[in-house]
Every structure is written in structure tokens, then in C-alpha cells.
């Protein structure tokens, strides 16, 4: 079994597009600064407000649709609380690939695809679009949409994120489920914004 997605299969997806791309990705850069080497992976509300995110270092070994499953849905449910009781996904999980190399699709961007889709269904998400970050700027995978910043070594002129007020207060509405307790358990250095705001945590070894 293929635990990857091309393009082709991508756009058969039928993913909701971000509604204002560049704003988008300079937001999400802005909480997480990511180097290369590092996932964020976000959530949007019905009214396409971010409502949690987080970024990690996937292992190096990790190179399988199934581990980037495992690894998105493990930090999909320290952000936000799963909506599988709802009868249609309201909220949309995101995500970034910060890389080395181009912003065209490679077959390790397609592992992703793959684990983003399957990640997003199990929580209850919508599944939506995947964004790369290189030297050259980011590009949105499968809708051609572009910019040249922020980009792949902008994350070495900013500080610390820092996202005063950021919570997932909007993303609760109507939410009758058990709320996620504290962030816990994690595979690498990583900051994650939740009801309380930037957390960094860093892996015990």
C-alpha cells in the first residue's frame, strides 16, 4: 500500500483553499519561526481563524505516511479537541513544510499529503492545504498560489514566538467533548499555542 499522495490525487481531494494565503503564511511563520527540517501543523476555525498550532522536528528516519500520521495527530490532539461528534468537520487542519530544496512537490511532501488527510479524518478535521517553506519563498501545493516571504532562513531574524492572547477559546464553540489536558509527550525541541499560548518544550533524551 502507496501511504502517499501526488498532485493529482491531492487536488481529486477537493481541499478548502486558504482565503488569504500570504497573510496566512506570515502569520503562522511569525508564532513558530521554523528552520528547515521543521513541520507546523495549524487549525483553522470555520471562519478561517487560526485556533492552535505547533511545530516539530520529525525523526530523521521518518520518511512514511503512517509515522507523519501518527506524529500529526499526536500534536493535533495536544491544540485542539477532536470534533468527531459533530455531523460535518467545521475546522480545517493546515500544514508547513519547511525544507530545503524548491517549493515543487517531492515524494516526501507526498508522505505528508498522505498523513494530513488521514490525520485530519481521524480528529474529525477537514483536511486542507499543505505549504511549503524554502530558500525561495512558500508556495501552497496544488493551487500554484506563491510569495518570496517569508522564506526558509527568515526564521533567523526574528526572536522567540511570541503569540500574546493566542487560545482556542473560538475553536471550543458548541464543543461538548472533553477538553485536551496539558501538552505532554513529544518527539523533539517544538513550541505549541494552545489555551494557555506558546509553550516551548524540548525532548528528554
Known sequence: ?????????????????LRDPRAFVADLHQ???PP??????GVLDALHRLVGS??????????????HRNALLAHLRRIVPHDLRRTAPSRTAVLMLCREG??????????????LRDAAGLHGLRCGSVITLTRQGWQVLGDGRRGRTPHAGSWA??????????????????????VPDG?????????AHGPAGPVRRTAAR
Open 1 to 17: 500500500m502507496s501511504r502517499t499522495l501526488d498532485l493529482e490525487a491531492w487536488s481529486a481531494l477537493g481541499a478548502p483553499l
Open 31 to 33: 508564532r513558530h519561526l
Open 36 to 41: 528547515p527540517g521543521t513541520v507546523v501543523v
Open 54 to 67: 505547533a511545530s516539530f522536528t520529525p525523526r530523521p528516519s521518518s520518511g512514511d505516511g503512517w509515522q
Open 102 to 115: 524548491d517549493g515543487g512537490w517531492t515524494p516526501q511532501d507526498g508522505a505528508w499529503m498522505w498523513g
Open 157 to 178: 531574524y526574528g526572536g522567540p514566538p511570541a503569540v500574546p492572547g493566542l487560545t482556542v477559546h473560538d475553536g471550543l464553540a458548541g464543543y461538548d467533548g472533553p
Open 183 to 191: 501538552l505532554t509527550g513529544h518527539d523533539g525541541p517544538e513550541w
